[in-house]
């Protein structure tokens, strides 16, 4: 049973570009949350997707977008990337839908360097 | 927004010393979640906990959850070094969850 992957593992980018991070769940799981990790901090809950729709968004500009697919695989997209979005990306999944959150599975993570 | 404060930010015990997390915050909790993140890796599921004054055991682990459930702890006995890593108090929203601010242990042979 995989649980949850993302790629890419390691990112690169510069300034004013966009990136696009890839996540699956674990099997049997339909909710994905991404969450960002800047070094020694603890993880910042970006935004949550069920159904394909957006849940429930954190405190994060508009340049960080999200998508999920029938397959319950998702995206997190960022433009116009700062210096300061420099950080761990996670994502996690869980199978609680409608109710408070149970258990979340993480990912190994992406870590995007914005140069 | 949810405010959660964890001290000590790092400790440093040696190998068979115990060591303890507290964990606070700023509202009233419905439960909290505690996560292990060893470094390097991604946050790991420890345990969740609901109904006040809750206590629970695993192994060398016992979390508690305060009777006003605005706070919790996680006492570690006779600390290995397996122990090391940060760890982290997590408040429960409807739809997200709230990290704290982590202990970072270190663990010395």
């Known amino acids: 049973d995989a649980g949850v992957t993302q790629s890419p593992t390691h990112l690169i980018k510069t300034r004013g570009q966009q990136v696009t991070l890839r996540c699956s769940p674990k099997?049997?799981?339909?909710?994905v949350s991404w969450y960002q990790q800047a070094l020694g901090q603890g993880p910042q809950f970006i935004f949550q997707?069920?159904?394909?729709?957006?849940?429930q968004r954190g405190n994060f500009p508009d340049r960080f977008s999200g998508h999920q697919f029938p397959n319950y695989s998702s995206e997190l997209n960022v433009n116009a990337l700062l210096l300061g979005d420099s950080a761990l990306y996670l994502c996690?999944?869980?199978?609680?839908?409608?109710?408070?959150?149970?258990?979340?599975?993480f990912g190994p993570g992406t870590r995007l360097t914005v140069l | 927004g949810q405010q959660v404060m964890q001290i000590p930010q790092y400790q440093h015990v040696q190998e068979g010393e115990d060591f303890t997390t507290y964990c606070n915050s700023s509202?009233?909790?419905?439960?909290i979640q505690w996560y292990k993140q060893r470094p390097g890796g991604h946050p790991v599921f420890l345990i969740q906990?609901?109904?006040?004054?809750e206590v629970k055991k695993q192994k060398r682990l016992t979390f508690q959850f305060g009777e006003a459930k605005k706070n919790s702890s996680l006492h570690i006995t006779a600390t290995q070094t397996t122990d090391v890593g940060t760890y982290f108090c997590?408040?429960?929203?409807?739809?997200?969850?709230?990290f704290g601010t982590g202990t970072r242990l270190t663990v010395i042979p």
């Open positions: 996690a999944s869980s199978s609680i839908s409608g109710r408070r959150m149970g258990e979340q599975f």
């Open positions: 099997s049997g799981h339909d909710t």
């Open positions: 509202t009233t909790l419905s439960n």
């Open positions: 997590v408040a429960t929203g409807a739809n997200n969850l709230f």
């Open positions: 906990l609901v109904k006040s004054g």
């Open positions: 997707y069920y159904e394909e729709e957006e849940r």
